[in-house]
T-cell receptor, first 113, second 109 residues
């Protein structure tokens, strides 16, 4: 079974803090994704990565950056957290982007006060 | 971002009935399609993948794909209370998934 883990289930941060969300997958997948999910807005792609040290912007990259130093780990960074970044953050991975069967981690519910 | 539309719901079905969920998509070149189940407060769980026209069955779930009409559907037979969840349709566009807004299904005992 594919296992995708995320560093925290719940996180509370203050406005202006730098926030790191970590995602690890154990299936040797090269392709990893970060989404946020908000009521009424659905799942939106923030960033994705097809290889180590490689990153591509998704649909809503503003206010975020990512890091992929190792194949199994993909980090999402909020440089200066704002209240409008309060959301559920979901990491996913896939072996083959041409089919793109993605498996999700449990999610991190981030609250920015 | 490409459009993926799902029937809005919510959908309420009695236990043991068939729940039918529909999804249409805008881009003809898409080749892979997925259904995810998401329980409240949890992350999406992949329940069906379909790549070819026709039906694909897995247990009580059947996915149907019609590329000419650009729709994909999910049937849940013998619905159980544990099937109460939001179901997300996802379509692969250019190596990225586009998701529908989801259809919430409630199975009433």
């Amino acid at each position: 079974d594919v296992k995708v883990t995320q560093s925290s289930r719940y996180l509370v941060k203050r406005t202006g803090e730098k926030v790191f969300l970590e995602c690890v997958q154990d299936m040797d997948h090269e392709n990893m994704f970060w989404y946020r999910q908000d009521p009424g807005l659905g799942l939106r792609l923030i960033y994705f990565s097809y290889d180590v040290k490689m990153k591509e912007k998704g649909d809503i990259p503003e206010g975020y950056s990512v890091s992929r130093e190792k194949k199994e780990r993909f980090s999402l960074i909020l440089e200066s957290a704002s209240t409008n970044q309060t959301s559920m953050y979901l990491c996913a991975s896939t072996r083959d982007p041409s089919y793109n069967e993605q498996f999700f981690g449990p999610g991190t519910r981030l609250t920015v006060l | 971002q490409k459009e993926v539309e799902q029937n809005s719901g919510p959908l309420s079905v009695p236990e043991g009935a068939i729940a039918s969920l529909n999804c249409t998509y805008s881009d003809r070149v898409s080749q892979s399609f997925f259904w995810y189940r998401q329980y409240s407060g949890k992350s999406p769980e992949l329940i069906m993948s379909i790549y070819s026209n026709g039906d694909k069955e897995d247990g009580r779930f059947t996915a149907q794909l019609n590329k000419a009409s650009q729709y994909v559907s999910l049937l849940i037979r013998d619905s159980q209370p544990s099937d109460s969840a939001t179901y997300l349709c996802a379509v692969n566009y250019d190596y990225k998934l586009s998701f529908g807004a989801g259809t919430t299904v409630t199975v009433r005992a």
